[in-house]
C-alpha cells in the first residue's frame, strides 16, 4: 500500500502548479479590487519619477532615490496603458515568481513536503498578496535577493566553487543595490558569506575578486555619474535623514547632497556611545516587533492631505485600520515562533540552511542603526516561511521536539567550550594579578631584608630549598614534596 507522502511525491507538480494558480488569484483578485489611485506617498513620488523619465529622458530634479524602480515602472508603462493596474498586474506576476523561487530553496534544502508547505504558505502570505497592489520595489527587490540566496544555498550545500553561480550572485546583488537599501545588505551578506565560506584563503580572495569585478562593471557608470554630477543624494540623503538625533545634537537641514546632515548625525553618534548602544539594541528589537507600527499614511489626517495635495492619492485605505494591522501581527508573531522551531531543528541536521538563518538577523543589524519599520524586513520573510514549514513537517513527523533538545544541548555543549577558553583567560589575569600585586612584592621586600619565613635551607645565591636526596624509591616517588 502507497504511503502518503508516496502518492504526494507523484503528485508534486500538480501541487506546484495548483498552488502557483492560487498565488496568482489571490494576488490578481486584490489587485482588480483597488482604486486606481495610490494608497503611499512614496508610490507616487515613484510614479511621478517614471513619467517624467518617459516625457523627457531624465529622472524628475525632485527625486533622491535609487534608480531602478522608477525605470522598471517606465519601462512598464511603456509596454501597457500607463496606469496602476498594469503595473500592479506585473507585480503579481513577480510575486508568483517569487513563491517558485522559495519553493525552488525548500525543495533544495529540506525535500518535497517542506516545499510544498512553504509553496502555499508564500502563496498565502498576506503582505506578500498585499505587495502586488503597492508601487514600491520592495517586491521586485525580494525576488532578486531570493535569487542571490539560492545561487549561496546551492553553493554552501554542494562545497560548490562554482564560477556561474558566483556571477549570478555578484550581478543580482549588484542590480538589488540600485533598486532599494536592501539590495546594499545583500552585497555585505554575499561578501561576507565568501570570506567566511569553510574553503582556502586564496579561493575565497579569488571569489571576492570575482565580486568586485563585477561590482565595478555594474556601479561604476552609475557612481561615476552621481560623482560628475556631485549628487550623491540617493546613497547619503535618505540615510542622514532616518538616522536617530542624538541628545544634545541640532542637525542642520541638509544642504546639496546632504552630507552635511548625515555627518552631523553621525558625529552626534559618535560623541554619545551608550545612547547610540541602546538605540541599536532597541532598534534591532524593534525590527522583530510583529505589530506594523510608524506607518505615516496611517494617520487619516495625513491622507487626507496628501489627496489635497494630489487628488490620485486615495483617502480611504483599508491596508492601514487597526484590524488588518492587528491580524498581521497575530499571523506574523506564529510564523516567528514557528520559524524559530524550524531553525533549532534545521541547525545540525541540513547543511546550507545557514543562509536561510544568518540573513534575517545581518538584515535586522544593519537596519537598527535607523528607524527600523515593517517593510524593512519583508526580505527576511522567506526565510521564516521556509524555516517555519520545516518546522510543520519535523512536528508531522514527530522529531520536532527530539531535534529543538538536540540543539540546546549542543548549545550547551559549545557554550561549555567558550566558557572553557573564557575560563583559561581569566585564570592567566588572575595569576598575573597576584604574582605582580602580591607575591612580587612580598619576594621583593624578602630579598631585601633576608627574611625566610619557613626557615628552609637555601642553596647559596638561589631561593630554592635543597632537598635531601636519598635511594629513590616508589615512596619516594609518591612523597615529592
Known amino acids: 500500500m502507497n504511503t502518503w507522502r508516496e502518492r504526494l511525491a507523484r503528485q508534486e507538480w500538480t501541487w506546484v502548479i495548483a498552488l502557483s494558480l492560487v498565488a496568482l488569484a489571490l494576488r490578481v483578485g486584490y489587485v482588480m479590487t483597488q482604486e486606481r489611485g495610490f494608497y503611499f506617498m512614496d508610490s507616487l513620488e515613484y510614479d511621478r519619477t517614471a513619467r517624467a523619465f518617459l516625457e523627457t529622458g531624465h529622472f524628475d530634479g525632485r527625486y533622491y532615490r535609487l534608480p531602478l524602480y522608477p525605470l522598471f515602472m517606465a519601462m512598464v508603462y511603456k509596454a501597457f496603458p500607463s496606469e496602476p493596474t498594469s503595473l500592479r498586474l506585473v507585480q503579481a506576476l513577480i510575486g508568483v515568481s517569487l513563491c517558485l523561487v522559495v519553493w525552488a530553496v525548500a525543495r533544495y534544502l529540506f525535500g518535497m513536503l517542506t516545499a510544498l508547505l512553504a509553496l502555499a504558505g508564500a502563496a498565502c502570505f498576506p503582505v506578500h498578496v498585499v505587495l502586488s497592489g503597492i508601487e514600491y520595489p520592495v517586491l521586485l527587490g525580494t525576488l532578486l535577493i531570493w535569487l542571490v540566496l539560492w545561487a549561496l544555498v546551492v553553493r554552501e550545500q554542494t562545497e560548490s566553487r562554482s564560477v556561474e553561480l558566483l556571477l549570478v550572485a555578484g550581478l543580482g546583488a549588484a542590480v538589488t543595490s540600485m533598486l532599494f537599501e536592501g539590495g ?106 510583529p505589530y506594523p507600527d510608524r506607518i505615516v499614511s496611517a494617520d487619516p489626517r495625513f491622507r487626507a492631505a496628501s489627496h489635497t495635495m494630489d487628488s490620485r492619492m486615495v483617502v480611504r485605505n483599508g491596508l492601514v485600520g487597526d484590524v488588518p494591522r492587528l491580524l498581521y501581527a497575530l499571523g506574523y508573531g506564529a510564523l516567528l515562533i514557528a520559524a524559530a522551531a524550524g531553525g533549532m531543528a534545521a541547525f545540525h541536521n541540513v547543511r546550507g540552511a545557514a543562509v536561510l538563518m544568518t540573513w534575517p538577523l545581518v538584515l535586522g543589524l544593519c537596519y537598527s542603526p535607523f528607524f527600523t519599520q515593517m517593510r524593512y524586513r519583508i526580505p527576511a520573510d522567506p526565510s521564516l516561511i521556509i524555516l517555519g514549514a520545516y518546522a510543520v513537517e519535523s512536528a508531522v513527523e514527530k522529531s520536532l521536539l527530539t531535534r529543538v533538545i538536540h540543539f540546546f544541548k549542543a548549545l550547551w555543549e559549545g557554550w561549555k567550550k567558550i566558557a572553557e577558553k573564557i575560563m583559561i583567560f581569566w585564570t592567566f589575569v588572575l595569576l598575573l594579578l597576584l604574582f605582580v600585586l602580591i607575591v612580587g612584592p612580598i619576594a621583593v621586600l624578602m630579598k631585601i631584608f633576608r627574611k625566610d619565613p619557613m626557615h628552609t635551607a637555601m642553596a647559596p645565591g638561589s631561593f630554592w630549598a635543597l632537598r635531601d636526596k636519598t635511594r629513590e624509591g616508589m615512596e619516594e616517588c609518591l612523597r615529592q614534596f
Open 184 to 289: 546594499l545588505v545583500l552585497s555585505l551578506f554575499v561578501l561576507l558569506s565568501v570570506l567566511f565560506r569553510k574553503t582556502t584563503w586564496p579561493a575565497r580572495l579569488t571569489d571576492v575578486a570575482v565580486l568586485g569585478t563585477i561590482g565595478l562593471a555594474l556601479l561604476g557608470s552609475w557612481t561615476m555619474k552621481m560623482a560628475r554630477t556631485d549628487d550623491f543624494r540617493p546613497l547619503v540623503l535618505k540615510a542622514g535623514i532616518h538616522l536617530p538625533t542624538a541628545p544634545g545634537v541640532n542637525p542642520p537641514l541638509w544642504e546639496g547632497s546632504g552630507e552635511n546632515l548625515l555627518w552631523a548625525k553621525v558625529e552626534g553618534l559618535v560623541k554619545n556611545p551608550g545612547w547610540t548602544v541602546r538605540h541599536f539594541f532597541r532598534e534591532f528589537l524593534h525590527f522583530w516587533n
